[in-house]
């Protein structure tokens, strides 16, 4: 099947954290799976220009881009089979989010959650409707649109948050080929977003969603010390050994279920039931995870130390990258009328 016909799937990853285990559990892994599957054009990018709309600390942005770039080639992701490129070597990007700002209505923008959810919290505090609301956080869509546009995805997976903007996306692309494309020979793919229920939504140490927000979260490489440190302080209640548990309300149980297999799951279910003490089942989860993070995280850290390999590969990427968004960006520029005049 030629990279013509694939289905073209597109996975953005934002610069602006270290990776915990939830990114890799809910993001990261089943992503580095679907891009074994030969039927797919895969598209991994490093959201660096989306890092700026909520990361003002530039030493943190670079830092973060070297972290998630060393963790999923460390975890399996392999640049020769895929596209895997930074978002701010991709200058088509930039130039058709402008496009797009061009035929995006702003009563569309108007709508986006994140956006009104800004608005609520300035009229919840007392302050002007759009205190410390830039433009980068109003038009987000529009760049999104454009990470998706610009290589024609056909699918993008997302989680639930995440479905409007990728109808918003459609509703620019099927603008844009109104205004600027014949019904027979359509500039741009109208792309559908993938949701996967199944994919695990992991609790952090205090028992709410794991987030960088909460300060909850285990990040991915940690150290054995200090990754046997952090599942010793998630929240546990006070039954004692002996007396039994409820696997189901679980933080230990859940985290466990997200790295455990079948039959593994089977034990430690029965293992609660018989009262085992958190201090075991702690520790248990504990060789658990370290066991499926020890190698890469040996990677992980050798990738850290050797920062201008992983230079050349989001430079090969980018090459890659932008041999499928430069003839598109040709012609949506001639479509648009930007045009040499000899």
């Known amino acids: 099947m030629s990279s013509k016909e694939k289905q ?3 996975t953005g990853i934002t610069t602006s954290g270290t990776p915990h285990i939830g990114n890799y559990v809910g993001a990261i892994r089943p992503a580095i799976e679907a891009s074994r599957n030969q039927d797919n054009l895969s598209f991994y990018f490093l959201a660096d220009f989306h890092a700026l709309i909520k990361c003002q600390d530039p030493d943190l942005v670079a830092q973060s881009t070297k972290e998630i770039a060393a963790s999923w080639l460390a975890l399996g992701l392999n640049p020769e089979e895929v596209v895997f490129y930074r ?3 991709i200058p088509q990007i930039a130039e058709l989010c402008w496009m797009l700002n061009c035929v995006c209505a702003k009563g569309l923008m108007n709508r986006a959650h994140a956006y009104k959810a800004a608005v609520d919290q300035n009229a919840e505090a007392g302050e002007d409707t759009d205190y410390g609301i830039t433009m980068g956080l109003f038009s987000y869509p529009v760049l999104m649109a454009a990470d998706i546009l610009i290589f024609n995805a056909n699918k993008v997976p997302v989680g639930r948050d995440q479905i409007q903007h990728v109808e918003m996306a459609r509703d620019m ?3 844009f080929n109104h205004l600027f494309a014949s019904k027979k020979q359509p500039v741009f793919t109208l792309p559908e977003y993938q949701v996967d229920d199944d994919v695990a939504v992991l609790q952090g140490l205090d028992g709410r969603k794991m987030s960088k927000s909460y300060g909850n979260t285990i990040p991915l490489f940690l150290g054995e010390k200090q990754l046997r440190k952090h599942i010793n302080k998630i929240k546990t209640n006070l039954l004692e050994p002996g007396e039994a548990k409820d696997p189901d309300t679980s933080t230990v149980f859940q985290i ?7 039959q593994q799951q089977v034990e430690m279910r029965q293992a609660f039931a018989d009262g085992i003490a958190w201090g075991e089942a702690k520790k248990q989860l504990f060789e658990l995870i370290n066991a499926e993070l020890a ?3 040996e990677r992980y850290n050798e990738l850290l130390a050797n920062p201008s390999y992983i230079e ?5 990427g980018a090459e890659k990258a932008r041999g499928y968004s430069e003839p598109l960006l040709d012609k949506l520029r001639s479509s648009v009328g930007i045009r040499k005049l000899s």
């Open 8 to 10: 073209r799937i597109l």
């Open 87 to 89: 978002q701010s070597d």
């Open 173 to 175: 692309a099927q603008r």
């Open 256 to 262: 466990w279920k997200a790295f455990a297999n079948e």
């Open 295 to 297: 190698e890469p995280r």
């Open 312 to 316: 050349d590969v989001l430079q090969a």
